[in-house]
């Protein structure tokens, strides 16, 4: 796994396309000089930078100029509330070769040698360019190249999934992703129900949905950027939203049969319409939100695996030695439980009746020497594809 490298072997743009298509969750810094720039990324989606050079797209726009230099990618970082950046990863790129004069070499110390005007997406929202040390670029010509630059090929809408940790390796462009075994018996029945997900801080706790104004309750979940999830419960249902500074990366219904995306999202409004079942509201970090993420949604590794047949401490110390990004799900006879991992090492353990997170993996340790219980292992960066709710909300039930 290549976390850390030369920005002249490998060039920030095209860690970023790697980022987008790998869906990579983290922080990546690069430094050029005595400039240095921090950029965000959550499931492949730039949101956030900072560095010597300002924040916001300016400040990637002026990284992706550095010719030479150093990077290093840290996957557990832990992922700041702003979010300055608006324009999609191929708009970016292609402004700054735009502003890039050709054959211009960089000056060594990260800044680039000429000042042009552009546009970015707060600029066109205010109305405000950046200062011009180039007459001959005006500033309404640089606002309207964003959407006139040559397209750049990418593979962001490509899922990629892997059985270890996302890495920042550059694939030459076009070039389709593998697709990882499934190893056990992939020919076994899915555990096919919604898993428990760990307690956090409850904001909400308990609310009776036909109390509560659904749409009203996600518009004010993203106005107060909550990261977390909401839970639905009722007779023979459940249902959960799984959200990131108040958006919603996924949904997940289960009746007796389990369905995701928009068409859980849906299943869960259509209850709260009818004002069936109990509602809870829960903050967690954003490296738990990551790990569920990659347990909802994240390919299974093993998968039919029984536990009487499974030496499972030597299963978690293999997991460990390949420094897995996923999750082990074990349904006992009598429970399940959920050991979530980040880069091999125990993020945190916990079981549907004891859902706080634990250092320790014993609980379910426990349920998988249970005669009938059965175990899977997913791993990968996972790809919540994330919901339009506004869309979805105007949507017939």
């Known amino acids: 796994m290549q976390t850390q490298g030369s920005l002249a072997q490998n060039s920030l743009a095209s860690l970023l396309e790697a980022m987008q298509s790998e869906r990579a969750t983290g922080t990546l810094s690069v430094a ?58 191929t708009e970016l790129l292609a402004e700054a070769e735009r502003r890039q ?19 970015t997406a707060d600029a066109r929202s205010t109305g405000v360019a950046t200062a011009v040390a180039e007459p001959a670029v005006p500033v309404g010509s640089a606002s309207a190249s964003w959407g006139s630059s040559p397209p750049t090929i990418t593979t962001g809408d490509t899922m990629v999934t892997e059985t270890a940790i996302p890495t920042i390796g550059v694939a030459p462009p076009g070039t389709p992703p593998e697709a990882s075994p499934v190893y056990g018996n992939p020919d076994a029945k899915p555990l096919g129900e919604l ?22 309750l996600l518009r004010t979940l993203d106005t107060d950027k909550l990261t977390g ?6 007779p023979g249902f459940s249902g959960v939203l799984l959200l990131h500074d108040g958006h919603v990366l996924e949904s997940l219904f289960s009746d007796g049969t389990l369905t995701q995306g928009e068409t859980a999202f849906q299943q869960l409004r259509r209850r709260m319409e009818r004002g069936e079942g109990l509602l809870d509201v829960i903050e967690l970090s954003g490296e738990t939100v990551v790990a569920l993420a990659q347990l909802l949604t994240a390919r299974p590794l093993f998968t039919g695996l029984l536990g009487r047949f499974v030496n499972f401490e030597q299963l978690l110390e ?9 999750s082990v799900v074990v349904a006992g006879g009598t429970e399940t439980g959920v050991i979530l991992l980040r880069k091999g090492a125990l993020h945190g353990a916990y079981t549907h009746s004891q859902r706080d ?17 059965r175990i899977e292992v997913k791993a990968g960066a996972g790809s919540p594809p994330g919901i339009d709710v506004e869309s979805a909300l105007r949507k017939p039930l």
């Open 318 to 326: 293999y997991l460990s030695e390949e420094k897995v990004d996923g």
């Open 357 to 373: 997170l634990q250092e320790s993996p014993l609980a379910v340790n426990r349920l998988a020497a249970e005669r009938p219980a």
């Open 101 to 119: 004069p050709v054959g211009s070499p960089s000056n060594g110390s990260g800044r680039t040698l000429e000042v042009q005007a552009v546009g």
């Open 195 to 216: 898993y428990p997900l760990p307690a956090g801080k409850p904001i909400y706790e308990g609310l009776k949905s036909a109390f509560v104004d659904f749409p009203k």
């Open 229 to 234: 999830y909401v839970r639905l419960e009722g």
């Open 32 to 89: 050029s000089g005595d400039a240095s720039c921090s950029l965000y990324f959550l499931f492949g989606h730039l949101f956030h930078a900072a560095g010597d050079l300002g924040q916001g797209e300016e400040a990637v726009i002026s990284a992706l100029s550095w010719k030479d230099g150093q990077f290093t990618f840290d996957p557990r970082a832990k992922l700041p509330a702003e979010e300055t950046i608006k324009s999609a990863t």
